[in-house]
């Protein structure tokens, strides 16, 4: 499979993908990466729908999630949250400390 152009919210999409990856990782459970769902093809990925504001893409996805809120506040405060131990099905997840530096950048309006 030969690499392609990816935008900015799908590589934002696969950074949370690899990081909820390495959470599994993290309480022990094997990752079989046949039983998982990924979706590489650049029919659906390059697609209008998975392109901004199409109904696939990871900026609609995250404007319905966060509603009235505003969007920038919605992705800052779930994903501050990562700084956190956080507490899954009865699991400890060990807070992301690289969250701030590897993954949100604040903007300074």
């Given at each position: 499979?030969?690499?392609?152009?990816?935008?900015?919210?799908?590589k934002?999409?696969?950074?949370?993908g690899?990081?909820?990856?390495?959470?599994?990782?993290?309480?022990?459970?094997?990752?079989?990466?046949e039983?998982?769902?990924i979706?590489t093809?650049?029919?659906?990925?390059?697609?209008?729908m998975a392109?901004?504001?199409?109904?696939l893409s990871?900026?609609?996805?995250i404007s319905?999630l966060?509603?009235?809120?505003n969007?920038?506040s919605?992705i800052?405060d779930?994903?501050t949250q990562w700084e956190q131990?956080q507490?899954v099905?009865?699991y400890?997840?060990?807070a992301?400390?690289g969250?701030?530096?590897?993954?949100?950048v604040?903007?300074?309006?």
């Open positions: 499979m030969s690499p392609h152009p990816v935008s900015f919210f799908g934002i999409a696969a950074t949370l690899a990081i909820g990856v390495l959470a599994m990782a993290s309480l022990g459970r094997e990752i079989v990466p039983k998982e769902l979706i093809d650049p029919k659906v990925v390059d697609s209008p392109t901004y504001p199409g109904t990871f900026g609609f996805l319905e966060a509603g009235e809120e969007t920038d919605f800052v779930w994903l131990n507490s099905n009865g400890t997840i060990p992301r400390s969250m701030r530096t590897k993954v949100l604040v903007r300074q309006d």
